[in-house]
Protein backbone atom coordinates (compact mmCIF):
# COMPACT_ATOMS: atom_id res chain seq x y z
CA UNK A 1 0.00 0.00 0.00
CA UNK A 2 1.30 3.53 -0.76
CA UNK A 3 0.69 6.99 0.73
CA UNK A 4 -2.03 7.45 -1.08
CA UNK A 5 -4.98 5.49 0.05
CA UNK A 6 -9.24 5.52 -0.01
CA UNK A 7 -10.54 6.52 2.72
CA UNK A 8 -11.77 2.51 4.01
CA UNK A 9 -8.54 1.87 3.76
CA UNK A 10 -7.23 5.07 5.77
CA UNK A 11 -9.74 3.95 8.22
CA UNK A 12 -8.59 0.36 8.54
CA UNK A 13 -4.94 1.94 9.11
CA UNK A 14 -5.74 4.30 11.56
CA UNK A 15 -7.30 1.87 13.47
CA UNK A 16 -4.67 -0.63 13.31
CA UNK A 17 -1.99 1.83 13.84
CA UNK A 18 -4.48 3.26 17.14
CA UNK A 19 -4.29 0.04 18.51
CA UNK A 20 -0.90 -0.89 18.58
CA UNK A 21 -0.62 2.49 20.68
CA UNK A 22 0.46 5.02 18.00
CA UNK A 23 -0.74 8.41 18.04
CA UNK A 24 -2.65 9.40 14.74
CA UNK A 25 -2.31 13.39 13.87
CA UNK A 26 -5.43 14.44 11.35
CA UNK A 27 -5.70 16.95 9.29
CA UNK A 28 -6.98 18.42 5.68
CA UNK A 29 -6.66 20.84 3.13
CA UNK A 30 -7.04 21.95 -0.23
CA UNK A 31 -3.13 22.17 -0.95
CA UNK A 32 -4.09 23.66 -4.49
CA UNK A 33 -0.57 25.42 -4.63
CA UNK A 34 1.91 23.77 -1.93
CA UNK A 35 4.29 26.31 -0.65
CA UNK A 36 6.27 26.63 2.94
CA UNK A 37 3.88 27.74 5.09
CA UNK A 38 1.78 23.87 3.61
CA UNK A 39 5.25 22.12 4.08
CA UNK A 40 5.90 24.35 7.89
CA UNK A 41 2.21 23.13 9.24
CA UNK A 42 2.33 19.87 8.09
CA UNK A 43 5.71 19.07 9.86
CA UNK A 44 4.37 20.84 13.04
CA UNK A 45 1.24 18.63 12.77
CA UNK A 46 3.43 15.54 12.40
CA UNK A 47 5.62 16.30 15.44
CA UNK A 48 1.93 16.07 17.71
CA UNK A 49 2.17 12.58 16.80
CA UNK A 50 3.72 9.20 15.36
CA UNK A 51 1.40 9.02 11.94
CA UNK A 52 -0.08 12.09 10.04
CA UNK A 53 -2.98 11.49 7.81
CA UNK A 54 -3.65 14.38 5.02
CA UNK A 55 -7.31 14.82 3.79
CA UNK A 56 -7.16 16.83 1.14
CA UNK A 57 -10.40 18.19 -0.39
CA UNK A 58 -11.28 16.73 -3.70
CA UNK A 59 -11.74 18.83 -7.00
CA UNK A 60 -15.80 19.26 -6.84
CA UNK A 61 -15.18 20.57 -2.79
CA UNK A 62 -12.26 23.12 -3.81
CA UNK A 63 -14.94 24.50 -6.20
CA UNK A 64 -18.02 24.54 -3.48
CA UNK A 65 -15.96 26.10 -1.10
CA UNK A 66 -13.25 28.37 -3.28
CA UNK A 67 -14.97 29.08 -6.67
CA UNK A 68 -15.26 28.05 -9.92
CA UNK A 69 -11.75 29.01 -10.65
CA UNK A 70 -9.90 26.63 -8.18
CA UNK A 71 -8.41 24.68 -7.86
CA UNK A 72 -5.48 25.23 -10.17
CA UNK A 73 -3.85 21.99 -9.87
CA UNK A 74 -6.42 18.95 -9.76
CA UNK A 75 -6.96 16.58 -6.83
CA UNK A 76 -4.55 13.44 -7.86
CA UNK A 77 -1.60 15.67 -8.44
CA UNK A 78 -2.32 17.67 -5.24
CA UNK A 79 -2.15 14.21 -3.78
CA UNK A 80 0.76 12.91 -4.99
CA UNK A 81 3.03 16.11 -3.82
CA UNK A 82 1.02 16.01 -0.20
CA UNK A 83 2.50 12.21 -0.24
CA UNK A 84 5.82 13.26 -1.37
CA UNK A 85 6.36 15.10 2.10
CA UNK A 86 8.58 13.41 4.70
CA UNK A 87 6.08 14.08 7.15
CA UNK A 88 2.99 12.67 5.72
CA UNK A 89 2.49 8.94 6.63
CA UNK A 90 -1.35 8.82 4.43
CA UNK A 91 -3.02 11.11 2.13
CA UNK A 92 -6.85 10.72 0.65
CA UNK A 93 -9.33 12.47 -1.02
CA UNK A 94 -12.54 13.43 0.25
CA UNK A 95 -15.45 14.62 -1.64
CA UNK A 96 -17.78 16.81 0.82
CA UNK A 97 -17.36 20.45 2.05
CA UNK A 98 -15.58 19.15 5.15
CA UNK A 99 -14.37 15.98 6.28
CA UNK A 100 -16.15 15.52 9.67
CA UNK A 101 -18.09 12.55 8.65
CA UNK A 102 -14.40 11.15 7.84
CA UNK A 103 -13.03 12.44 10.35
CA UNK A 104 -15.95 10.84 12.79
CA UNK A 105 -14.51 7.39 11.24
CA UNK A 106 -11.12 7.81 12.00
CA UNK A 107 -10.98 9.80 15.48
CA UNK A 108 -7.74 10.91 15.58
CA UNK A 109 -5.55 11.30 18.73
CA UNK A 110 -4.97 14.96 17.65
CA UNK A 111 -6.94 16.99 14.97
CA UNK A 112 -4.88 19.55 13.49
CA UNK A 113 -6.05 22.83 11.66
CA UNK A 114 -4.57 25.74 10.65
CA UNK A 115 -4.64 29.01 13.38
CA UNK A 116 -6.87 31.22 10.72
CA UNK A 117 -9.94 28.58 12.11
CA UNK A 118 -12.06 29.81 14.91
CA UNK A 119 -12.06 26.24 17.17
CA UNK A 120 -15.49 26.40 17.29
CA UNK A 121 -15.10 26.14 13.14
CA UNK A 122 -12.91 22.80 12.95
CA UNK A 123 -14.69 20.41 11.63
CA UNK A 124 -14.83 17.01 13.29
CA UNK A 125 -13.80 18.91 16.71
CA UNK A 126 -16.71 17.58 18.79
CA UNK A 127 -16.41 14.20 17.44
CA UNK A 128 -12.54 14.23 18.45
CA UNK A 129 -12.65 15.62 21.30
CA UNK A 130 -15.93 13.36 22.76
CA UNK A 131 -13.04 10.36 21.83
CA UNK A 132 -11.08 11.34 24.27
CA UNK A 133 -9.14 13.35 21.56
CA UNK A 134 -7.61 16.73 21.28
CA UNK A 135 -7.30 19.54 18.84
CA UNK A 136 -4.76 21.78 18.00
CA UNK A 137 -4.44 24.94 16.55
CA UNK A 138 -1.26 25.72 14.79
CA UNK A 139 -0.13 29.33 13.86
CA UNK A 140 0.79 30.10 10.04
CA UNK A 141 3.49 31.42 8.42
CA UNK A 142 3.24 34.93 8.04
CA UNK A 143 3.18 35.85 4.58
CA UNK A 144 1.59 32.47 2.84
CA UNK A 145 -1.53 31.85 1.36
CA UNK A 146 -2.55 30.14 -2.06
CA UNK A 147 -5.35 32.87 -2.25
CA UNK A 148 -3.25 35.38 -1.97
CA UNK A 149 -0.71 33.89 -4.07
CA UNK A 150 -3.11 33.22 -7.17
CA UNK A 151 -3.99 37.01 -6.49
CA UNK A 152 -0.72 38.21 -6.96
CA UNK A 153 0.42 35.97 -10.47
CA UNK A 154 -3.08 37.12 -11.81
CA UNK A 155 -2.07 40.50 -11.42
CA UNK A 156 1.43 39.95 -12.32
CA UNK A 157 2.83 41.41 -9.44
CA UNK A 158 6.45 39.98 -9.54
CA UNK A 159 7.32 38.23 -6.33
CA UNK A 160 5.03 35.58 -5.36
CA UNK A 161 6.58 34.46 -2.21
CA UNK A 162 8.27 36.20 0.93
CA UNK A 163 11.98 37.24 0.31
CA UNK A 164 13.85 33.94 0.84
CA UNK A 165 14.97 33.15 4.30
CA UNK A 166 19.15 33.60 5.31
CA UNK A 167 20.45 29.95 5.26
CA UNK A 168 23.36 29.12 7.36
CA UNK A 169 25.69 27.15 5.12
CA UNK A 170 28.72 26.87 8.07
CA UNK A 171 29.46 23.15 8.66
Keep these: MGKIVSQDELVKVAGREKSSGRRVVFTNGCFDLLHPGHVRCLAEARALG ?9 DASVRGNKGSERPLVPQQDRAEVVAAL ?22 PNVLVKGADWAREQVA ?21 S ?8 RRGNGAVAPAPREFDNKS
Design 146 to 153: TTNLVEKI
Design 86 to 107: SSVDYVTIFDEPTPRELISQVL
Design 50 to 58: DVLVVAINS
Design 124 to 144: GRQEVEAAGGRVVSIPLAPGY
